[in-house]
């Protein structure tokens, strides 16, 4: 009878407590999305039958709100909101910025020192600092210096494109994530990963691994995204414990060796290591930075993005490039006519390529890598609080998330006609008056964007250059027909390997002829 007593008292209580919960929106009078009890709006992503970027564009295009600023939602018990309006998206992002400095996202402060302390999780003012400190890695001139290293691998890229031979049906994001391995591992640390070479390249073993989701990793990312309050409890962590090792090992050699040699590379290391040097000679002031996992985890993270968005950006270039042969070729005579038999792609001539810029441009606006964008708003304690006037008088509570669907922006038919189909010419000089840039955010938007969006373009670019310079792809029997989202990764991916047809090119006058028979 206790036992019975106990139970039906918990069950009341917690049937109270949803209804509170769950009214939230309801209370405050903004028009929501009808959650689940304990679910709240995120059944499809909790089930795994989305990701977690698609279950924010499901918001976003939600029927019912076609014409509202902003959706209530409720992850799972949570309430959260979504903006669908672009003057109030460049409100929380950029103007009012100060209300939006922080990041939804959180990992564990305490057992987790490579998620937790790196510059994309980083918390103000911790992050507006070490962003200042690390910008000058990202510079153009930075960039330029890195930039025969990035060639060197381009050419290796060629060289594995040969080895595979001509007719070969090739798993394409495997080819440009060794890529885009190499190239990190290169520019950022000074080392070789070996990945185009060696097929069980170490580093590419464990870039891959940090996108490849087990059950315990799949409820870890689950509470980053969505239930972050319970990132401590829950002890949950961005890298596995293999890949935690791995790096922290790697990146220690890398710094002792550095250290121990004095070579400058004007590179991610050395920045690292002028901040250590910094916070020796004022421990008072950065005593944090000393920690080696400190420094450790801004590798981690660079290593991490870098690896996956540059490779998944090719990746589907490529795919829309053998899907619209017409627009392959186009792109091989500008490449051409640029560096024709010349063996060096220079960094200032690929910088003016206008159609190989359109190109990765359209495939960022139809894939948006992250696809989503998120903020938390951090309220002051005196003074002025944010409040979503004109649009509502409701003022936000410290803490609450907020979310704008990238993806769903891109694919809106008021800022983009027919978006599904794949047009370079959307971003053409031409057609520059009849573009809302505003609706364009590939790298997020304010002053949290990605920090290394040029490096990200150029590693894109070099690896596309090097491919087809002297190959076409082509579709074949394996090749997927349309593009199913992968539910278990955090970024945007295919569920489906993408099979493409390498052919060697017999000589560039035969693209001319080919566009002259056109």
């Not at 799972?76 to 992002?93: E, G, W």
């Not at 090992?249 to 290591?273: A, H, M, Q, W, Y």
């Not at 970024?491 to 993408?498: C, F, G, N, Q, T």
């Amino acid at each position: 009878m206790l036992l019975l007593f106990l139970l039906g008292s918990l069950t009341i209580v917690f049937y109270i407590w949803q209804r509170r919960t769950l009214s939230f929106w309801a209370r405050h009078g903004v028009k929501y999305i009808r959650p689940l009890p304990i679910l709240g709006c995120t059944r499809e992503f909790l089930t795994a039958r989305v990701p977690f970027f698609e279950q924010i564009q499901k918001f976003h295009e939600a029927p019912g709100f076609e014409k509202e600023p902003f959706v209530g939602v409720y992850m799972t018990h949570r309430p959260a909101l979504v903006i669908r309006d672009l003057d109030l998206i460049k409100t929380v992002m950029i103007k009012k910025f100060q209300y939006f400095n922080n990041r939804a996202l959180q990992t564990d402060p305490h057992n987790d020192a490579l998620g937790y302390n790196n510059l994309f999780f980083a918390r103000s003012p911790a992050w507006r600092e070490l962003r200042t400190k690390i910008s000058p890695v990202f510079t153009s001139g930075k960039i330029k210096q890195m930039y025969p290293l990035m060639v060197k691998i381009g050419k290796n890229l060629e060289d594995s494109a040969e080895r595979l031979g001509s007719g070969s049906e090739v798993q394409v994001k495997d080819l440009c994530a060794r890529f885009t391995t190499d190239l990190i591992a290169t520019i950022a640390f000074g080392v070789e990963a070996n990945a185009l070479r060696d097929a069980k390249s170490e580093f590419f073993y464990h870039n891959r691994a940090i996108f490849s989701l087990t059950l315990s990793r799949g409820i870890d990312f689950a509470i980053i995204f969505m239930i972050p309050a319970l990132a401590s409890l829950a002890r949950v962590k961005l890298f596995s414990r293999e890949t935690t090792k791995f790096i922290r090992s790697s990146i220690n050699f890398v710094l002792k060796e550095r250290e121990r040699t004095g070579e400058k590379r004007n590179d991610l290391i050395d920045i690292l290591l002028a901040l250590k040097r910094e916070a020796a000679a004022n421990p008072e002031k950065l005593s944090k930075v000393v920690d080696l996992d400190y420094l450790v985890a801004q590798a981690a993270i660079f290593q991490t993005a870098g690896f996956e968005t540059s490779s998944s950006t090719m990746t589907l270039t490529l795919y829309e490039l053998a899907k619209n042969e017409a627009l392959q070729d186009r792109l091989r005579q500008e490449i051409v006519d640029f560096f024709g038999d010349e063996d060096h792609i220079s960094y200032e001539r690929i910088q003016e390529m206008t159609y190989l810029s359109q190109v990765v441009n359209e495939t960022l606006r139809k894939y948006p890598i992250v696809g989503y964008v998120e903020r938390e708003c951090s309220q002051p304690a005196e003074g002025e609080r944010f409040n979503l006037e004109p649009f509502h008088n409701m003022e936000l509570p410290h803490g609450m998330s907020i979310y704008m669907s990238t993806l769903a922006v891109h694919r809106d038919p008021q800022y983009w006609p027919d978006p599904e189909k794949f047009d370079p010419e959307r971003f053409s000089s031409s057609n520059r008056e009849n573009l809302n840039m505003d609706a364009y955010m590939p790298f997020g938007v304010g002053p949290r964007n990605c920090i290394g969006m040029r490096l990200g373009l150029l590693q894109s670019k070099l690896g596309l250059v090097h491919i087809l310079r002297n190959h076409r792809i082509h579709m074949c029997d394996k090749t997927i027909r349309k593009i199913e989202w992968a539910a278990t990764s955090p970024v945007i991916a295919s569920k489906h390997d993408i099979v493409l047809r390498l052919e060697k090119v017999s000589g560039n006058n035969d693209i001319g002829q080919k566009l002259s028979m056109k």
